[in-house]
T-cell receptor
Framework: NAGVMQNPRHLVRRRGQEARLRCSPM?????VYWYRQLPEEGLKFMVY????????ESGMPKERFSAEFPKEGPSILRIQQVVRGDSAAYFC??????????????FGSGTRLTVV | DAKTTQPTSMDCAEGRAANLPCNHS???????VYWYRQIHSQGPQYIIH???NNETNEMASLIITEDRKSSTLILPHATLRDTAVYYC??????????????FGQGTELSVKP
C-alpha cells in the first residue's frame, strides 16, 4: 500500500518560470491538503481539496498559485512566474472520505522547490 | 493561528521516557488533540490522537487531563531516531469536511546518548 507520492522530489526553476508539483494520495483517499514550509519556518496550510472541488483555499497566496484535484490523476499545485521567495518545501497530505475521527493525515515526502 | 502552546525545545537522555507537554486551554468539546512529528525536513508523521480518554499505540501514549486543557505525549523509551520537532494540534474531526491541521512552532526534542 503505497503512501502519499509526491514528485518531483527536487525542482529547480528560474525566476519567471512555472512550477508544477504533483501529489498522488493514498489509495482510497479523496481528501488532499497542501502545505508550504519556508526555510527555518513551520508548516503553513495552503489549500484543501476533494475530488474536483476546492474546499478551503484560505492559505493560498492570491496571485500566481493554483491547485486542482481532478477526477482522474494526481493533485497539482501550480505556481506561475516563480520568484525567489517561493523557494520552500511543499508537502501534500491525504485522508480518507467520511469521518476522520479515527485517522491522522498521511504526508508525502515533499517537493523541494528552489528558484534561482 | 495555532490553538496550542508548547515549549520550544527539550532534551531527553536515550532510553529514558520523553514527556512532551501541550497546553490547549481553549479547546472545544468536539476538538481532538493530534500529535505529529517532523524529522529533519521529512514529511510530518502522524503519531497519535485522542478526544478525552488516554490513548496508547505502538509509538507513544497520550495523556489528556480531565478538563482537556492540556495533554502530554509520552515516548516511553526515547531513541536517537526520535529526535524531531513534535507538533500538538487541536482539530475538529468528523463528517465529510475533513478539516485542516494548523501547525504551531512545535517542540524540538533532542535525544542525547
Amino acid at each position: 500500500n503505497a503512501g502519499v507520492m509526491q514528485n518531483p522530489r527536487h525542482l529547480v526553476r528560474r525566476r519567471g518560470q512555472e512550477a508544477r508539483l504533483r501529489c498522488s494520495p493514498m489509495k482510497g483517499h479523496s481528501h488532499v491538503y497542501w502545505y508550504r514550509q519556508l526555510p527555518e519556518e513551520g508548516l503553513k496550510f495552503m489549500v484543501y481539496l476533494q475530488k474536483e472541488n476546492i474546499i478551503d483555499e484560505s492559505g493560498m497566496p492570491k496571485e500566481r498559485f493554483s491547485a486542482e484535484f481532478p477526477k482522474e490523476g494526481p493533485s497539482i499545485l501550480r505556481i506561475q512566474q516563480v520568484v525567489r521567495g517561493d523557494s520552500a518545501a511543499y508537502f501534500c497530505a491525504s485522508s480518507p472520505p467520511g469521518s476522520t475521527a479515527n485517522y491522522g493525515y498521511t504526508f508525502g515526502s515533499g517537493t523541494r522547490l528552489t528558484v534561482v | 493561528d495555532a490553538k496550542t502552546t508548547q515549549p520550544t525545545s527539550m532534551d531527553c537522555a536515550e532510553g529514558r521516557a520523553a514527556n512532551l507537554p501541550c497546553n490547549h486551554s481553549t479547546i472545544s468539546g468536539n476538538e481532538y488533540v493530534y500529535w505529529y512529528r517532523q524529522i529533519h525536513s521529512q514529511g510530518p508523521q502522524y503519531i497519535i490522537h485522542g478526544l478525552k480518554n488516554n490513548e496508547t499505540n505502538e509509538m507513544a501514549s497520550l495523556i489528556i487531563t480531565e478538563d482537556r486543557k492540556s495533554s502530554t505525549l509520552i515516548l516511553p523509551h526515547a531513541t536517537l531516531r526520535d529526535t524531531a520537532v513534535y507538533y500538538c494540534i487541536v482539530r475538529v474531526a468528523g463528517g465529510n469536511q475533513g478539516g485542516k491541521l494548523i501547525f504551531g512552532q512545535g517542540t524540538e526534542l533532542s535525544v542525547k546518548p
